[in-house]
Each structure stands twice: as C-alpha cells, then as structure tokens.
C-alpha cells in the first residue's frame, strides 16, 4: 500500500480543495475498507476487485474518475455525509 505518496498528495492540494479531497479518500476508505490504496498517473487511485475509483486535484476542479459508474453506487447513497463545496471565484482555484 503506497498510503504515504496518497497522504503527500492530498497534503500538496490547495487549502481551498484539501478538505474535499480528504473527505472522499475518507468515504471511500470507509465503503471498502479492503480497497487496495495507491498512485496510479499521479491520483490516489483505490482498487477492489476489478473495480476502481480515483481522485484527482484538476486544474478548475476536483475529479473522481472510475472503471464504471456501478462502483459508484455506495458513494451515491452515503447518509449524512456532504461533500465540501469549493466556492468558485473569476479566477482560476
């Protein structure tokens, strides 16, 4: 498990996007605690089976990319759980 790199990664993000990114490698963790962690093209990248969901600090926005929409279906469905919203500004985040 490559956590280290992930946890340096989401150190690196801007303050603005840190929270949101910590918050779906939280939940994400959560759902599958048995997802294999690591970095895969530079993303935090979380593996189950086949499967696989990553996250990414884009230029104007956070990203989560997956293998299929269906390993998404937990994280739809998460009660009570929010995820930051980024106030967007003129200029570039």
């Excluded at 939280?26 to 979380?46: F, Q």
């Excluded at 926005?61 to 390993?71: E, F, P």
Aim: charge should be positive; proline fraction near 8%; glycine fraction near 4%.
């Amino acid at each position: 498990m490559k956590m280290h790199e992930v946890m340096t990664y989401l150190h690196a993000v801007p303050p603005k996007r840190q929270q949101r990114l910590q918050t779906l490698h939280d939940m994400i963790l959560e759902l599958y605690p048995d997802a294999t962690v690591d970095m895969t093209y530079k993303m935090p990248t979380y593996r189950v089976g086949e499967g696989w969901v990553a996250i990414a600090n884009q230029k104007n926005y956070v990203a989560l990319y997956t293998c299929g929409s269906h390993h998404l279906e937990r994280i739809q469905y998460v009660p009570n759980r929010k995820i930051p919203r980024t106030p967007r500004s003129k200029t570039s985040n």
